[in-house]
Each structure stands twice: as structure tokens, then as C-alpha cells.
């Protein structure tokens, strides 16, 4: 068992957020009356907004927390682009490396939520815009250039893959660069894996990341046994230094040379989850950002898990900032040996 450890000063780091920007619209309107022309409700639209998504969020996190940050990425020539790259701008995240492509869609997810006077608004249908084609390859190698060119400015790289096709094999050797010039690399992983084999500081899957990337049931991986069977062949295969298994409301695990049994930590917080959007992206960011201030990783993972467990009590993709790390760390689980662990309810 480790101690609690102490929050460290982020904001000499700069960090270079490499993926996919989603963004995220919200939509509130207020249910009337149901529908003549077809079973459905009718709802009265009262005002929108745009939020920050996938890799917009990754970048977000780490800005709250002091860090400077610059994103890499495309988003299409379109409205939501626009506002998702002013919204990212506002927080003072250096969005020059941003592409903006015509004809291109910026990937949208629109939450339509409802809510009566007084209530707590549910969602009740989501629309997602995704782009048609996959991105050109001639601006997402322009923007792994900028990357690259940049690399001596940056402590540590997050790849941030939510699948909309800015990862490719630059983006692997890209983070071998990291690697080699003992920065740090960090893959939050969508698909594509084995491109990065040794090429990473650590990977960040969910449960459900790990399952299909070793052909593994999910529902098998809340066995402990499994779990570390799993983790192993992953290491093994992708020889990153650190594995990070985000484990929704059972916490995370984290699998490394010295700790092949692996080590782990409770979920955080006091259970009143509002929502869970986000969390993996919290959670890959503040660990990346413990890393390059030179954390031990468990604490690292015990830092990730302390600020997922604030952005969980939040609605949305949030952030947390060092203020509330601090207190949550107050009261954080700490790291201990992997063993059974309880499902929160
Ligand atoms: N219900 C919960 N209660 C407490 N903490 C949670 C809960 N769900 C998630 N977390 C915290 O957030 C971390 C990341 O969550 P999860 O494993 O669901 O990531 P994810 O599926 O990648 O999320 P994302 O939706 O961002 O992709 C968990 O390891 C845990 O620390
Ligand atoms: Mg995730």
C-alpha cells in the first residue's frame, strides 16, 4: 500500500494532445405535449450548447489543471469546428495545430435532453454526425508533422483515438519519439493498437478496450484472474511501460515491468454518480500529466482515479480542477495489490 499522494505543480508541463475533437452539442427543450402526427412527444427548444468531446476533452483536463497545452487534430470547416476550436482558444489551449478541413464534417454528438420544471433533464435522444469520408491523408500527415517539429517543446504526448482517423502509423512513431526522448506517450486507445507496439509510456483502455483487444468476454474481466491474464498478453503483445485499465465503477488496475500481478484502486468519490461522460478521457489525461512530473505510477493511477471520481459527479464531459483534486485526494483510495473488488452499486 502506498500513501496518499501530494498534488505536484503541473503548470510548468506543456503537453501535446494529438486525436479526434468531438463535438459535444447539447440540445434543452421542454416536453409539451405528445404528437398527433406520430407517438411521439413534442418538445418546446429552449437553448443549446456546445461542449468539448474526445480529444477537445482530453485537452480540456489538462489546461484545468494547469498544464499548457496544445491540440493537434482536424475538425471540418462547419459551424461546430468553429465553436470548438473559440471554446478551446477561451481556456487558453494553443489551437494552431487544429486543421480545419473543407468538406469534412467535425464529428457531433447531440444529446436532446428534456426536462419538466423543476426536474432534472434525461436525456432522450442522441443524433451523432460523423464525417462521411475518412480524413485526408495529406492534413493529417501535415498535422503529425507539426507534432513532430514541435516534440523539444513538449514533456509528455496524448493520444486521444476515438476512431474518426487521425491515428496512423506516424502517429506510433510519433510517440516512439516521445518515448525514446524519455518524454512521456500515452495511448487512450480506440483500435489500432498493435501499430504502437513499443512505442508507449502506457496505453489507458476501458474494460471493454482490453476485452477486444485480447479476444477476451468483458463479462470475464471483473474476474480478477482474468483481468491480470488479460493485462499480461496485452503487455506482452504492445510492450507499453505502464498498462492503465479503466474500470468504470470498480476503479482501475495498472500493469507494469515490476507489478505484472498488478496494483489497483477503488473507485473514487461517494458514489452519487451524474455522469460518467468523459471519465476515460479525464482519466487518461491526469495520468499522462502525473507521469511527466515524474509521479510514481501508482500514484499517478491513484491521481487519474481521484480526478475521474470528481467528473463523474458532474453532468457532461467536465474537468477537474487542482483545488478539487486536492480535496478529493483528501479522501482518495489509495493504490493496493490487485485483488477482488466489490461492484459498486
Ligand atoms: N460509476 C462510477 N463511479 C465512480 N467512478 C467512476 C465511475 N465510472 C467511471 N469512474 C471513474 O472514471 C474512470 C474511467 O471510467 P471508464 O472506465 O468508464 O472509462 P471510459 O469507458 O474510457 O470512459 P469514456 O466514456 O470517457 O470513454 C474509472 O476508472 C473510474 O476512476
Ligand atoms: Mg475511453
Not at 494552431?96 to 423543476?118: F, H, I, Q, S, Y
Not at 493498437?193 to 478496450?209: H, K, M, Q, Y
Not at 475521474?308 to 479522501?331: F, I, Q, R, Y
Request: contains cysteine; glycine residues 8%.
Amino acid at each position: 500500500m502506498t500513501p496518499a499522494p501530494r498534488l505536484p505543480d503541473f503548470t510548468k508541463l506543456s503537453v501535446a494532445v494529438l486525436g479526434d475533437p468531438i463535438a459535444d452539442h447539447w440540445l434543452f427543450a421542454q416536453p409539451t405535449r405528445l404528437s398527433r402526427e406520430a407517438p411521439v412527444m413534442v418538445l418546446r427548444h429552449e437553448r443549446e450548447e456546445l461542449g468539448a468531446g474526445g480529444a477537445a476533452n482530453v485537452a480540456r483536463n489538462l489546461r484545468a489543471l494547469g498544464a499548457q497545452v496544445s491540440v493537434f487534430g482536424l475538425v471540418g470547416r462547419d459551424a461546430h469546428g468553429r465553436e470548438l476550436s473559440i471554446l478551446l482558444e477561451k481556456e487558453g489551449i494553443d489551437v494552431a495545430g487544429l486543421a480545419t478541413v473543407p468538406g469534412w464534417t467535425t464529428p457531433t454528438k447531440t444529446r436532446v435532453l428534456a426536462a419538466e420544471a423543476r426536474r432534472s433533464p434525461h436525456q432522450v435522444l442522441r443524433i451523432d454526425r460523423e464525417p462521411r469520408e475518412a480524413a485526408p491523408v495529406a492534413e493529417r500527415d501535415r498535422v503529425h508533422a507539426a507534432v513532430r517539429e514541435a516534440l523539444e517543446d513538449f514533456d509528455a504526448l496524448v493520444i486521444s483515438d476515438y476512431g474518426y482517423g487521425i491515428v496512423s502509423p506516424e502517429t506510433a512513431l510519433l510517440a516512439e519519439a516521445f518515448r525514446r526522448a524519455n518524454r512521456v506517450a500515452v495511448l487512450d486507445p480506440r483500435a489500432n493498437v498493435e501499430l504502437f507496439r513499443g512505442a508507449l509510456t502506457a496505453l489507458t483502455p476501458n474494460i471493454g478496450e482490453l476485452a477486444r483487444f485480447t479476444h477476451v468476454d468483458v463479462s470475464k474481466l471483473d474476474d480478477v484472474t482474468e483481468l491480470r491474464k488479460a493485462a499480461r498478453s496485452l503487455v506482452e503483445r504492445l510492450e507499453p511501460q505502464w498498462l492503465l485499465v479503466t474500470r468504470g465503477n470498480l476503479g482501475m488496475a495498472l500493469f507494469g515491468p515490476g507489478d505484472a500481478d498488478g496494483i489497483a484502486v477503488e473507485a473514487s468519490g461517494d458514489g452519487e454518480v451524474t455522469d460518467v461522460t468523459g471519465a476515460g478521457d479525464t482519466a487518461a489525461a491526469v495520468f499522462a500529466l502525473a507521469l511527466a512530473a515524474r509521479c510514481d505510477p501508482a500514484q499517478a493511477m491513484v491521481l487519474a482515479n481521484a480526478a475521474a471520481g470528481v467528473v463523474v459527479m458532474e453532468n457532461g464531459a467536465a474537468v477537474c480542477s487542482p483545488n478539487e483534486l486536492a480535496s478529493a485526494l483528501a479522501e482518495a483510495p489509495v493504490a493496493v495489490r490487485l485483488a477482488r473488488t466489490e461492484r459498486r452499486a
